[in-house]
């Protein structure tokens, strides 16, 4: 089915590894977004990416690194997690148009 | 940079009834869409309705209706005939429509409403 996934839904790892969550939409959307959500923040956006090989930074980037080598991939890289990084992750993704974006389910994590 | 404003932490509404969340926001820019979106326990983000700037006419879906008042930088949802499976987080959000901008697609939300819904 059409649409954006996210895995894995539910991490938990310790404080410094290194965790990579997920992004795919099958739209062939050309911008792919990271948001966190915490209590009393709403979401806020981490990176976010205009088109393939193209990312930039959002509102709360240190810590996080993104790639985007494929139209339909977007992972987020956490490569030292620390205990503030536990959230919940969304992915998200717009056509150039960008009328509507559109959220994947959430990536629950928990840095022990 | 854009903000969006969303000043009732938490709202309350008896079933059938009507309730209004509030939403303000500030841009200088004149083009940009509005939207409010609803995350019930699941966590999805569901969106409700969206409101393009350069409409006068304030949007509606069925018993979701917006006072868009563009002067007043103010953005308000109105849910009528309330029921249960509305009660959720309502997020309010900005996004440019200024293409090729720095902002160009990112959506900018507010803090968050929680609506309890009473039966």
């Known amino acids: 089915d059409a649409g954006i996934t996210q895995s894995p839904r539910y991490k938990i790892t310790e404080t410094g590894r290194q965790v990579t969550l997920m992004c795919h939409q099958t739209?062939?959307?050309?911008?792919m977004f990271w948001y966190r959500q915490d209590l009393g923040h709403g979401l806020r956006l981490i990176y976010y990416?205009?088109?393939?090989?193209?990312?930039d930074k959002g509102e709360v980037p240190d810590g996080y690194v993104v790639s985007r080598s494929k139209t339909e991939n977007f992972p987020l890289t956490l490569e030292s997690a620390t205990r503030s990084q536990t959230s919940v992750y969304f992915c998200?993704?717009?056509?150039?148009?960008?009328?509507?974006?559109?959220f994947g389910e959430g990536s629950w994590l928990t840095v022990v | 940079a854009q903000t969006v404003t969303q000043s009732q932490p938490e709202m309350s509404v008896q079933e059938a009834e009507t309730v209004t969340l509030s939403c303000t926001y500030d841009?200088?820019?004149?083009?940009?869409?509005l939207f409010w979106y609803k995350q019930p326990p699941s966590r999805q983000m569901i969106l409700v309705i969206r409101?393009?700037?350069?409409?006068?006419q304030n949007a509606t879906e069925n018993r979701f209706s917006v006072n868009f008042q563009k002067a007043a930088k103010s953005f308000s949802l109105k849910i009528s005939d309330s029921q249960l499976g509305d009660a959720a987080m309502y997020f309010c959000?900005?996004?440019?429509?200024?293409?090729?901008?720095?902002?160009?697609?990112?959506?900018?939300f507010g803090q968050g409403t929680i609506l309890t819904v009473h039966p």
């Open positions: 998200a993704s717009s056509d150039p148009a960008g009328n509507t974006i559109y």
């Open positions: 739209w062939s959307h050309s911008y």
């Open positions: 990416s205009a088109a393939a090989d193209i990312t």
């Open positions: 841009t200088s820019e004149s083009d940009y869409y």
């Open positions: 409101q393009e700037a350069y409409k006068q």
């Open positions: 959000a900005y996004r440019s429509a200024l293409a090729g901008g720095t902002s160009y697609g990112k959506l900018t």
